[in-house]
T-cell receptor
Framework: GAVVSQHPSRVICKSGTSVKIECRSL??????MFWYRQFPKQSLMLMAT?????????EQGVEKDKFLINHASLTLSTLTVTSAHPEDSSFYIC????????????FGPGTRLTVT | DAKTTQPNSMESNEEEPVHLPCNHS???????IHWYRQLPSQGPEYVIH???SNVNNRMASLAIAEDRKSSTLILHRATLRDAAVYYC???????????????FGKGTHLIIQP
């Protein structure tokens, strides 16, 4: 199988601080990774597409200066929520596509962010 | 993206088959039909996908209407572990690489009664 991990699984931070979330493909290389956000009782919303070695592509309405994405290797993408506020509290989920394939996205277990 | 329509929720009994419908009347000829499911407090997981022909794998079967305007995900023998939100998603086919993120609708909340 293809395994994607996220770290941390849960994080609580104070308003105004920054939080970094890691997404790793453990047993495959992923040229492309995606970041989603899910608020309680809602569906997943795509935030951005992360491509190894290039700048991320953000969906409309997602602030690129607030949600910094770095995809420095074929197995790691990071999402940094800068100057977090309570409204950023959400479930952040990443997914990865195996390099050379395009049909199946492998999702991480998600990171629960709570901003107090 | 072409839109899909699914019932908000469905209920079934354990060890019985479950048929989860999805309407996609505006599907284009190159759109694949994908199904993902999300268990509580977890990331989604891939279930199955198809283009025109019915598909089977270890998790489920996918029955696609002849006009491709609807499809049905079939769980042959539901267990309590199948309780999840099931998403029917259309994705354009690709050639030569490249991929887009998924557009999730509200999905169907499947409840399994013991």
């Amino acid at each position: 199988g293809a395994v994607v991990s996220q770290h941390p699984s849960r994080v609580i931070c104070k308003s105004g601080t920054s939080v970094k979330i890691e997404c790793r493909s453990l047993d495959f290389q992923a040229t492309t990774m995606f970041w989603y956000r899910q608020f309680p009782k809602q569906s997943l919303m795509l935030m951005a597409t992360s491509n190894e070695g290039s700048k991320a592509t953000y969906e409309q309405g997602v602030e690129k200066d607030k949600f910094l994405i770095n995809h420095a290797s074929l197995t790691l993408s990071t999402l940094t929520v800068t100057s977090a506020h309570p409204e950023d509290s959400s479930f952040y989920i990443c997914s990865a596509i195996r390099t050379g394939s395009s049909y199946e996205q492998y999702f991480g277990p998600g990171t629960r962010l709570t901003v107090t | 993206d072409a839109k899909t329509t699914q019932p908000n929720s469905m209920e079934s009994n354990e060890e019985e088959p479950v048929h989860l419908p999805c309407n996609h009347s505006t599907i284009s000829g190159t759109d694949y039909i994908h199904w993902y499911r999300q268990l509580p407090s977890q990331g989604p997981e891939y279930v199955i996908h198809g283009l025109t022909s019915n598909v089977n794998n270890r998790m489920a079967s996918l029955a696609i209407a002849e006009d491709r305007k609807s499809s049905t995900l079939i769980l042959h023998r539901a267990t309590l572990r199948d309780a999840a939100v099931y998403y029917c998603i259309l994705r354009a086919s690709y050639s030569g690489g490249g991929a887009d993120g998924l557009t999730f609708g509200k999905g169907t909340h499947l409840i399994i009664q013991p």
